[in-house]
């Protein structure tokens, strides 16, 4: 499955909230609350020394379905916005690489 095949999907499914301001909010909020749930599980990594990774698997999967439907409700394709990402992060690197050291 690709991303966009999953954020057609995604697009399926009904939303809390009636306006788009309120589908918005929510989305972000739960993106928020599943990256804590995500830093949770690492948290405990280093406080105990092990990690569930199929908790962690689990917490990004809700993670991207968040994430997912900010997308959807922004009327972006995934993809575009992982392609637009990556061309970002390779001008910040390249920039980085070309700083002068003091």
Same mark, same amino acid.
Request: net charge negative.
């Given at each position: 499955m690709?991303?966009?095949?999953?954020?057609? +999907?995604? #697009?399926?499914i009904?939303?809390? $909230?009636?306006? %788009?301001?309120? /589908?918005?909010?929510?989305?972000?909020?739960? *993106?928020? $609350?599943?990256? $804590?749930?995500?830093?949770?599980?690492?948290?405990? &990594?280093? %406080?105990?020394?092990? &990690?569930?990774?199929?908790?962690?698997?689990?917490?990004?999967?809700?993670?991207?379905?968040? +994430?997912?439907?900010?997308?959807?409700?922004? $009327?972006?394709?995934? #993809?575009?916005? *992982?392609?637009?990402? /990556?061309?970002?992060?390779?001008? /910040?690197? #390249? %920039? %980085?690489?070309? #700083?002068?050291?003091?």
């Open positions: 690709t991303i966009d095949e999953y954020a057609q +999907w995604v #697009a399926s009904s939303k809390p $909230g009636q306006s %788009r301001y309120e /589908r918005l909010s929510y989305s972000a909020l739960a *993106l928020i $609350g599943e990256a $804590g749930e995500v830093c949770d599980n690492i948290k405990n &990594l280093i %406080r105990d020394g092990t &990690l569930n990774e199929d908790a962690l698997v689990y917490e990004l999967g809700d993670l991207i379905y968040s +994430w997912t439907c900010l997308c959807v409700e922004l $009327g972006k394709a995934p #993809a575009d916005m *992982l392609a637009n990402s /990556r061309s970002h992060i390779k001008e /910040r690197i #390249a %920039r %980085r690489s070309t #700083a002068p050291t003091l």
